[in-house]
C-alpha cells in the first residue's frame, strides 16, 4: 500500500509540472519526487511564483485530472530523449549521468517528461490533492548551484483521507510547537541567531530533565561519559570522511592560519579519546557518552523552529567492541532505546534498517557484514523491521527508530549504526588475548538524536500537557485569601525538599484567576488552600483537567506524587 502511495503522488507531481507548462509554457521543469509527506516539483520560472498563485495551478490540474489521460512509460535512445528536452539543460544533465543508452519517459497527453516510471493508471486517479507551499530550492540541492522554486503538495487515494489530513494538519498548527514555546514560556526564536535556539527557564528544565532521565539509564549500563571540542581542525574532518560528505553543512574558520571546523557530528572527538592511549581487549566494550552540540549550516528555508535548527545536541554514544561482543552490545541499545521511548508515552514505534547508500565509504563485503549484524540483534530480540534500501549514513548502516505521536504522525528519532571504516581510517587498535593487534568495531547510536527535536515532538504530542514527570512546573499553589499564606509557603517548603518542581501564585488575584492562570501555564496539579483545608491541615488537589480530590493529607498528596513521578 505504500508504494502504490508513492506511485500516487509520483504520478501527482507529474500532474503538477503539466499543469505549471500549461499555464506558464516558458517554465523549465527538473525533478519532482513523491515524498513521506506528499510530493514536489522543482521549476525554473521566468517569473517566480507566489502563494496566490496557487489556486490557478490546482484547478488546472484538476482539469487535467478530468481529462482522465492515460499514464504510460517507455524506454527511448538518448539521442531521442535530448531532442525532447533540448531546451532544458536540467534534463539534458540527468540523462548524461544515467547508465545505459536509453532513458524512461512517462506521458500523459502530450506531456512528456524523464521519469523511472512508477505511475497510476490515468489522471482521473489523481483528484485528491493539496498544493501547500511555494519555497525556494536549489538544482541538486547545492547553494553554489541554480536557485529554483518548489511547490510542494501532497495526494490521497479518497476525499476521506485527504479530508483527514487536513484534519491533522489543522490539529498541528493548533498545537504547533513554535507557538507553545512561546505560550508556556519555553523558548524562543530570533533574527540575531536564525537557527539557534534560546531555552527559557521553564524549557531549560525540561532540557536538563531530558538529559537527567537518559544519564541514569547510561550509568547503569556501564557508559562514561565525555566531553569533547566544539572546533577542530578540518584535517580531522577529511580523514573521518565528514569533510566530503557533509562540506556544504559545515562552519569553517581559520585560526593562526590553520583550518578549522565547527563540529556538525561528534564522533571523531570520541575516537581521539579512544586513541589516547594503548588499548586492550580487557577494556572492550568501550561505551563513551557525549551530549554534544553541533553546528550545521541548513538553508533558511528548511529552517523549522527545533525540528530543524542550526545548533542542537545529540545524546551519542560511541561504543568500541569486538566483533564477537557486536550483537550483544545492538541488543543492549534497542533495550535501551525502546525503554526511553516507552518512558514518554511512544508505544507506537516501527523499526527499519538502512543499507548501503550511493555515496557510501569501503566495500561490499563490510557493507553486508555490519548490516548482518544488526539484523541478527533486532530477530534474536523478536523485534520485526523493514528494510530501508539505500539510506544509510556513509560510513555504515544503521537501525531507525521511527515513533508515532498523538496526531498520527510519524517521527525518525533513534538510531544504532555499525561502523567499520572510520576505526580502519583512523587505525584504531586493541590488543587480543593472543597479544595480536585487532581493529575494534564502532558503534554509533543516538535514542533521542537531537534533544531539541524531540523536545519539540514531545510538545506536540501532548499538545503542551507535559505529563507530571517532566513538567517545568508539576504542582502550582493556589490559596483563596491571605489567610492561608502561612500555611501555603510552609507545604511548598516541604514539596521542595522532597525535590518537586512546585510554585506558589503570589498574586491578589481571585481564585477563579489563579485557577485559569496555571491552566494556561499546563501546569498538571493545582493545590488549592482555603479555609477548611488551613483548618483540617489538608490540601484539595485539582487536576489540569478539572477533576479534584478533596481533602487530602500531605501523606496522601506525596504519595500520589511519588507514583505520577515514575
Not at 518548489?150 to 498548527?173: C, D, H, N, Q
Not at 539557534?196 to 531549560?204: D, E, I, N, S, W
Amino acid at each position: 500500500m505504500e508504494q502504490d502511495l508513492n506511485s500516487l503522488r509520483h504520478s501527482a507531481a507529474h500532474l503538477l509540472a503539466h499543469a505549471v507548462v500549461e499555464l506558464y509554457p516558458d517554465t523549465k521543469l527538473t525533478i519532482g519526487p513523491a515524498t513521506p509527506e506528499g510530493f514536489f516539483y522543482d521549476f525554473l520560472p521566468t517569473t517566480n511564483f507566489k502563494e496566490q498563485d496557487l489556486p490557478a495551478i490546482a484547478e488546472k490540474m484538476r482539469e487535467i485530472a478530468d481529462r482522465k489521460l492515460p499514464l504510460t512509460h517507455k524506454q527511448v535512445p538518448k539521442d531521442v530523449a535530448r531532442e525532447m528536452f533540448k531546451g532544458n539543460q536540467f534534463k539534458l544533465e540527468l540523462i548524461d549521468g544515467i547508465e545505459g543508452d536509453t532513458v524512461g519517459i512517462a506521458s500523459q497527453g502530450d506531456f512528456h517528461d524523464l521519469c523511472r516510471g512508477g505511475h497510476v493508471e490515468h489522471t482521473g486517479l489523481l483528484k485528491n490533492f493539496k498544493l501547500l507551499n511555494v519555497s525556494g530550492s536549489y538544482w541538486r540541492g547545492d547553494r553554489d548551484g541554480q536557485p529554483l522554486q518548489r511547490i510542494s503538495g501532497t495526494a490521497f487515494f479518497t476525499p476521506k483521507e485527504l479530508r483527514m489530513y487536513e484534519k491533522r494538519v489543522a490539529e498541528a498548527l493548533k498545537y504547533d510547537h513554535r507557538k507553545l514555546g512561546k505560550e508556556l514560556d519555553l523558548f524562543s526564536l530570533h533574527e540575531e541567531g536564525p537557527g539557534f535556539p534560546f531555552f527559557h527557564p521553564r524549557g531549560k528544565i525540561v532540557y536538563d530533565l531530558l538529559v537527567g532521565h537518559l544519564k541514569k539509564l547510561l550509568q547503569q549500563a556501564d557508559y562514561q561519559e565525555i566531553a569533547t571540542p566544539m572546533m577542530l581542525s578540518d584535517e580531522l574532518w577529511k580523514r573521518s570522511g565528514h569533510y566530503d560528505h557533509y562540506r556544504d553543512n559545515m562552519y569553517f574558520s581559520e585560526i593562526d592560519k590553520r583550518n578549522f571546523a565547527i563540529k556538525p557530528m561528534n564522533c571523531p572527538g570520541a575516537i581521539l579519546i579512544y586513541k589516547e592511549r594503548p588499548r586492550s581487549y580487557r577494556d572492550l566494550p568501550l561505551k563513551f557518552a557525549e551530549f554534544g552540540l553541533v553546528h550545521r549550516y541548513e538553508l533558511s528555508g528548511v529552517l523549522h523552529g527545533l525540528f530543524r535548527a542550526r545548533a542542537f545536541t545529540i545524546d551519542d554514544a560511541h561504543v568500541f567492541c569486538t566483533p564477537d561482543q557486536l550483537k550483544e552490545q545492538i541488543k543492549q541499545m534497542v533495550s535501551m532505546t525502546y525503554s526511553v521511548l516507552n518512558k514518554f508515552g511512544f508505544e507506537e514505534i516501527r523499526v527499519g534498517i538502512s543499507t548501503k547508500p550511493e555515496d557510501a565509504m569501503g566495500d561490499d563485503a563490510l557493507w553486508d557484514k555490519a548490516t548482518d549484524a544488526l539484523k541478527h540483534a533486532l530477530e534474536s530480540e523478536g523485534v520485526p523491521f523493514e528494510m530501508y534500501e539505500g539510506e544509510g549514513a556513509f560510513y555504515g548502516p544503521k537501525i531507525e527508530f521511527r515513533i508515532k505521536d498523538s496526531m498520527g504522525r510519524e517521527w525518525q528519532c533513534g538510531t544504532i549504526q555499525v561502523d567499520f571504516f572510520l576505526p580502519k581510517n583512523f587505525e584504531l587498535e586493541y590488543v587480543t588475548p593472543e597479544g595480536t593487534r585487532a581493529q575494534p568495531v564502532m558503534v554509533h547510536r543516538a535514542i533521542y538524536g537531537s534533544l531539541e527535536r524531540f523536545f519539540a515532538i514531545l510538545l506536540e504530542h501532548y499538545k503542551g500537557r507535559l505529563p507530571f514527570f517532566i513538567a517545568p512546573v508539576q504542582m502550582k499553589i493556589l490559596t483563596i485569601t491571605d489567610d492561608q499564606k502561612q500555611y501555603a509557603h510552609e507545604l511548598l517548603n516541604t514539596l521542595k525538599s522532597h525535590g518537586y518542581r512546585a510554585s506558589m501564585d503570589e498574586s491578589s488575584d481571585p481564585i477563579s484567576g489563579k485557577i485559569k492562570a496555571a491552566q494556561l501555564q499546563q501546569v498538571p496539579w493545582m493545590l488549592v488552600l482555603g479555609a477548611k483545608e488551613l483548618e483540617n491541615n489538608t490540601i484539595t488537589l485539582r487536576h489540569r483537567d478539572g477533576k479534584q480530590e478533596f481533602g487530602l493529607s500531605l501523606d496522601d498528596l506525596l504519595k500520589k506524587a511519588e507514583i505520577a513521578q515514575k
